[in-house]
């Protein structure tokens, strides 16, 4: 989850240029801030502050929005039950849920994503404390920014991919948040000649969907190194995705715990709030969770992980950045590929926001950069040898 607080400099906008967003919460102190925050952002606009899902359904068509902030908890018509009228109606509308931190929350936003959420946002305990309403604040805007920019110039991308999973053929029609790098344009490095011992992913805005995608079909690599992945996530949240991973998987998955020797077969998710690093611990490496400061941005990150993981396996590391807002990974990326280890990244047309991979991508560093449904083939040919 991000939590810097600085702003970021955007683009004036002409009234025709800018997100139309739809906020709907049954509280009048949130729809009312929300509106605020977005009224006060010059490339983005309020269409409508809705009461319940039901409003929000009845008047779809009316609004016509590019965003909709959709609340989990409400009278009349609940925000996942909204969530596919909604969709039915606008295919291309981007749906960020929002909700409380609870178990039952998390569990319903994961759902959401599958049924076709662009992405979820954790709204705090209470807005009285100004630390939590600035980080919900800045995070909210982000997405809404990110998101919503290419979801109103352009709102359908096509590709030759086949659906990837529940929710991801929408995903395809979402902004980039990196600049657009032809396919003839990319330079890619040749894979690391050492075999790689562990597979490390990173991953944010579309990582849940993606990575439900990816692990379910990485079975042969599961089996033979661990996998451990950063994927920016609040407390809660991370313990839902891990349960999700070990179903979708059908192998263990867990939230990294402080101290615990990684074996192969295991699939270790950075927990919300804390960075996931590994050390050594005599012959073994060791989870080393890491309360200190967001890297980023964001804690969890990526990078704290990438480069910590250099020290124990060199240059024997395999790394997939998957979608995400922001270029966390790409740092760590580097200083994997100058240990001789490899990097591939999603592709532009499968991400649902190419931030993190199109900068790893822009840097150089990647020896493939495929659509997701490739990107788990690849990496059972690379991990049985096949490094072409």
């Not at 929005?65 to 009278?75: G, H, K, R």
């Not at 950045?321 to 740092?331: K, P």
């Not at 059972?380 to 096949?386: H, I, L, S």
Request: charged fraction near 20%; aromatic fraction near 2%; hydrophobic fraction near 45%.
């Amino acid at each position: 989850m991000s939590v810097a607080l600085t702003s970021t400099a955007v683009p004036t906008s002409t009234r025709s240029d800018k997100v139309r967003v739809m906020v709907v919460d049954d509280s009048v102190v949130i729809r009312g801030m929300i509106s605020r925050w977005i009224g006060a952002e010059p490339d983005m606009e309020v269409v409508a502050s809705l009461r319940t899902g039901l409003d929000a359904v009845n008047q779809l068509e009316r609004i016509n929005p590019d965003v909709a902030v959709l609340d989990i908890e409400m009278p009349d018509l609940d925000g996942i039950s909204a969530l596919p009228q909604l969709l039915a109606k606008k295919r291309d509308l981007i749906i960020i849920m929002a909700s409380t931190l609870t178990r039952r929350n998390a569990e319903i936003s994961l759902k959401a994503l599958s049924l076709g959420a662009s992405d979820y946002i954790p709204k705090p305990e209470s807005t009285r404390e100004a630390t939590a309403a600035e980080t919900f604040r800045h995070d909210l805007i982000q997405k809404i920014r990110h998101l919503g920019a290419k979801a109103r110039r352009n709102t359908v991308h096509t590709t030759a991919s086949p659906p990837l999973a529940p929710g991801l053929d929408r995903a395809r029609t979402v902004a980039p948040a990196a600049a657009h790098v032809a396919p003839a344009q990319i330079a890619r490095r040749s894979f690391g000649l050492l075999q790689p011992k562990v597979l490390l992913i990173g991953s944010s805005t579309g990582g849940p969907q993606a990575l439900m995608s990816l692990v379910a079909e990485i079975g042969p690599v599961i089996d033979r190194v661990p996998v451990l992945i950063t994927q920016h996530m609040p407390p809660t949240f991370t313990t839902i995705l891990a349960e999700h991973l070990a179903r979708t998987s059908k192998r263990p998955a867990h939230e990294g715990i402080d101290g615990e020797t990684i074996k192969p077969g295991q699939i270790y998710l950075a927990p919300g709030g804390r960075h996931m690093r590994i050390a050594r611990h005599g012959i073994d490496a060791t989870i080393a969770l890491d309360d200190g400061p967001p890297v980023n941005f964001c804690k969890p990150a990526v990078d704290p992980m990438f480069t910590s993981a250099i020290d124990v396996w060199q240059g024997s590391i395999m790394s997939v950045i998957l979608t995400g807002m922001g270029s966390d990974g790409m740092r760590g990326g580097k200083d994997i590929v100058a240990a001789g280890g490899s990097v591939i990244a999603q592709d532009e047309a499968t991400s649902v926001v190419w931030g993190m991979p199109g900068a790893a991508v822009n840097a150089g560093i990647c020896a493939a950069v495929l659509p997701l449904n490739q990107i788990a083939p690849k990496l059972v040919r690379v991990f049985a040898g096949d490094r072409s």
